[in-house]
């Protein structure tokens, strides 16, 4: 079974490591160790190899149960989040298969369904994280908590190289100082020999709770640099040796940070590869960048967290994402980060009371060759600490002088810092008047010292007119959404909208993979109510520092772990010309570290698309043609939303007025209940009130029915004698009313002409049966021989063609109309006594329309009475077809 040791767990003749920065390996059981584990090593690999889709490599493949660790596992603070994994294995044996089942992470169904898959390395051999070559796969049990994820890998042919896998590409803590270590090298090396040479300095702002550095970086050109460093604030810049920043007169704050949730590693990478690009120094747009702003960027926010695999959680089980409306000291990094962001935005002007002894010490330009210290605190820890130092690596000179520049060998070939203030004054200024964001600049000169105050006049928010910030992004992972977005704030205001709207759309002009589309500025994205902790989005970098300095150009960046769902047509630069065509994919790819970097880099010229200053700018061969068009395109947008979403926005005012008028509206509830209940139940009634004239209407016409056949007279026995030879082949009989009245003689339809008959006895039949009923005929038609066949002067019949039986029906041939289904009772009341007495049984159809044919051809139908016949017969088919449906 594994063993479990305070660096590593050895398990199956596997080591799994999880002693180094980020790792968070909880333990390993086997599943499967092959039978020929204690065979020869080689033989068992000869199998394996050669017959990788054989029944002998699944028999020979190594099977895992990993648990990774909870974030803050084993602490008071432990919860349930488990979505990072970060281990190496080291297998005993060469190029054998082995299975990996974590088995307790979070449910990330949708996130894995879209084609997500861990990253791996091997060291030494394939140093670079690549995706893992098989798709994984997944499987979630019935309660839907606990989610497993399983893979495949080969183990290397090396057996002392070791494989590491991660949830995604991953950037440690001891990564991120290498990589500082690696940037203060080469910028060592730097020579200043002008103005727009890089201004780097980095230092640490605040201890974490388990004493880890949080480095924030300083950036710029030395346009309008100041002689001033920057105040140590109370509680901030533990080491004493590291000096402060200088200030920058006239020049706007742009802050950036990074991995305030440990596991969304794809920031890390979107800020290198935006400091790269900053530290470019041939660049025009980088140079006009550092000319312009100061970068103050915070590459990592929750280094606690990153060191112990968390996944979005501190050392203390708090989401630091939450507490920057007021971070205590139990917050660290977003006390010192919240605490900058207020210095900033006051142009480095901060209430005593928040700054500490050292904050008083600043540099005077005396007309003296000598610089002294203006300092509060004692000259002895002053001296010692910050001044003597100071002095012994910058020489400054009086301003009268002819603005050399001295080289001091401590910083390197520094430059006076004066002289390129001085030097940089005209061009800085020029560019600013080129710029949106100009600024009025005032030099005052007392007791020869330098100081400059500035005032903005165009910035769009009121809150934020005289705010030394410029532009707030806070740099995120994501799971679920596909593609790199950004969160924006709500305002009111359709300018402050468009103007907050303006970057997001920068960047999808200047990045292929910036979804424009997929950002979010409404207001419920800054209050809702996070699931998992139960914490609203209020406390969030963006809200909150929109809160607490106006700051409208506040933003949180989003990037997914594996793809997007669109690829951006990118517009070719100014100078590469119109010509000039981008390769494009149409198919989204698995996003790798170089994507988030591109994500980054593009921040930069999507910056200076804000004011116009950008030299190599993809707005003119784009459809919008410069920053005026994109600003009218989104102005269309946003009213065209307005106007699709008018209803939502009325029911939002509905919404607001209901606690003013709550009894109007609940009345007006009730009484549209009520009318809604009465409207049904008057439906209910109706139905119901159908349904039963339809019952009656057959309850009378059953009753009726029963009536006639009970009013029924014994019929003669010569018709019986008659019905007999003719109804012998009869299966069902029906019944054949003949009805009097004063009109003239009606015949039988007009189809028994269609049919014809060779039996012999149908005309005696039709004979013996109409002889009586022509003798009693009241109105006699026919004088002549023709007189045998007297018929009734009001019978008629209908006999339905096709039907398998016969039905001949009686109609009435008045001036009434026809009754309903409901009178029929009373018709056949009357006619009951009248034809019953008369009625014979059906015979065979064809017998007696052949009898029919047959009299008329002996004469006893006189010819020129066929033409009325056929009217007559046609208007009682009609009435019959209509009767017997209403029957059914």
Known sequence: MASTASENITCGGFVFFNNFDSANLAKVEPVRVPETFEKDVYE??????NTSNSKGTLDSTYEFNLWTKHDCHGTQFQNNL?????????????????????????????????????????????LHWERIRERPTYTLDQRGTDFTLSFLYTAPDNLKAITYFAFTYPFSYTDLQNYLKRIDVRMEKRSIMSADDIYYHRECAIKSLEDRRLDILTISSYHNISTEREDRLNNMFPEKNEERPYKFRDKKVIFISARVHPGETPSSFVLNGFLNFLLNREDQIAINLRRLYVFKLIPMLNPDGVAKGHY????????????????????????AATSLIKYYHESYQLPSELTDDLSNIHLEIMDSNVSTINSTASIEDAVRDTTTRLLQQVTFMSLDEKNNCILDNNEKHLMTLEHLGSAAIDESERLFKES?????????????KLTSTAVDVDEVPKSSESSGLYLYIDLHGHASKKGVFMYGNHFTDPEDTISCMLLPKLMSINNPHFHFTSCNFAERNMYIIDKRDGMSREGSGRVAIYKMTGLIRSYTLECNYNSGRLVNAIPARIRDGVNKTTNRRFVPPKYTPAVFEAVGAALGPSILDLTGNNPNSRLPNSQYRSIRGVKSHLKLTYVNNL????SKTVRKNNESDVAQTSGILKELETRLNDAVTGARNVIRNESNLMKKCI????????????????????????????????????ENSAIICAIKSDIETKPFLKTIDRYRSNKSNAGSTISNVLEPRLSANKKPMVTNSSTKM????????????????LKIISSLRTSKPLPEIGESSYVAEETSTKVFSKVPRTCDKQSVKGACDRARIAGYLKPNESSRLKKINKTVVKESSVLDESTK
């Open 312 to 335: 979005r959680m501190d050392t203390k089980g708090i989401n630091l994402n939450r507490v920057y409306l007021n971070p205590s000291k139990d917050h660290p990094t977003i006390y």
């Open 436 to 448: 949106a964001k100009s600024d009025n600049v005032t030099e005052i000169r007392k007791s020869d």
């Open 44 to 49: 068992i690999e000869g199998k394996s190899t």
């Open 82 to 126: 488990r979505t990072w994994f970060y281990f190496g294995v080291q297998s005993s044996r060469p190029s054998v298969m082995v299975r990996f089942n974590i088995v307790n992470l979070n449910k990330q169904v949708k996130m894995f369904s879209q084609g997500m898959c861990p990253v791996f390395k091997i060291v030494p051999g394939h």
């Open 790 to 805: 007297r018929v009734s002067s009001e019978e008629t019949a209908a006999v339905r063609h096709g039907a398998k039986r």
């Open 695 to 730: 019952l009656r209407r057959g309850a009378s016409f059953y009753t009726a029915m029963k009536r006639v056949k009970s009013s029924k007279k014994p019929r003669q026995p010569l018709v019986r004698r008659a019905l007999k030879n003719c109804a012998s082949n009869v």
């Open 643 to 646: 106007s699709a979403s008018s």
